[in-house]
Structure formats: C-alpha cells, structure tokens
C-alpha cells in the first residue's frame, strides 16, 4: 500500500479524513491485564473438560462415565460438545496470545502466532478425539480467523 507523506501526517489512498480503524485503538494496560487473566482462567477450564471428555472416553470407562451417558442418549451429542471445547479453547488461546503479544511488545500480534494456535489445537483435536472433529474444529476456527480479519478493516 503506498503512502504519501505531507509535513508527518501519512494519507493512505483508502483511508477517510478522521475515520480510525478498530485495529488503530491500543486499551490501556490494566485492560489488556484483566482481559488476559480472564481468558487463561477460560482456556485452561476449556483444557481442563476436554482432557476430562477425553479421559472418559476411554474403552475401560466409557460405560460409567459421563460420556458414556451421553452417547446412550444422543449419540451426536458427545463430539458436538468435543468440537465446541476445542472451539472455544481456540478462541480463547487466540485472545490470549493477542493480548499478551500487545501488552509486552505495545505491537499486535500477527498472523503467525494465531496460525500457530490453529495448527496446535487442530492436533490436539485430532490427537484427543478425532479426524472429524479436528476437522470441524478447524473449520469454526478459520471461520473465528476471518472475523478477526474484518474487524481489522
């Protein structure tokens, strides 16, 4: 993108006189603190019931756990609430990894390191259920990945 600059003020070609993007508003510290706080209380309870789900899915425990109530009930039901986990411990980690890249650095975080996230919880899916709700896990977090792209606009 090209940039004229006239006496320090830089007009971009798409940029409107006094219109500031979302992206351009940096919180105060103690904002992004709470904020940080508030989402690794969130993704470690996500961690937490998702290695539960995951324990109690086992073959020798499956029939006097949770989950295997569950599943004798509805059995969607179970990788449904597997896909939402992963989910939103992806959305939270995302939220985390932004803030504290912002509240180190004063710069926001980039591409890499949510792609980092993507790519980790999708193999902690995989790893801990299975290929199909890897793939849906990945597919409503692409879907988390594109609205954080627009709200940048």
């Known amino acids: 993108m090209l940039s004229v600059s006239l006496s320090g003020v830089h007009i971009l070609p798409d940029a409107k006189a006094g219109v500031k993007r979302m992206s ?6 103690e904002e992004i ?4 706080i508030i989402t690794v209380f969130f993704a470690i309870i996500l961690l ?4 539960a789900l ?27 609430i597997e896909i939402f986990t992963m989910f939103g411990m992806f ?4 939220v985390t990894a932004v803030n ?3 509240y180190l650095t004063q710069i926001r975080s980039g591409w890499l390191e949510i792609i980092i996230l993507l790519v ?5 899916a995989y790893f801990m259920y299975s290929i199909e709700v890897a793939v849906v896990t990945v597919l409503l977090s692409m879907a988390f990945i594109v609205y954080l792209y627009l709200l940048q606009e």
């Open 24 to 29: 351009d508003e940096i919180p105060e510290r």
């Open 33 to 36: 603190v709470r904020s940080t």
């Open 48 to 51: 937490i019931f998702g290695l």
């Open 54 to 80: 995951w324990a109690w899915s086992a073959p020798d425990v499956i029939d006097t756990s949770l989950v295997g109530s569950l599943n004798a009930a509805n059995p969607f039901l179970v990788p449904i």
């Open 91 to 94: 959305v939270f980690l995302t």
């Open 100 to 102: 504290l890249r912002l």
């Open 120 to 124: 980790v919880v999708c193999l902690a």
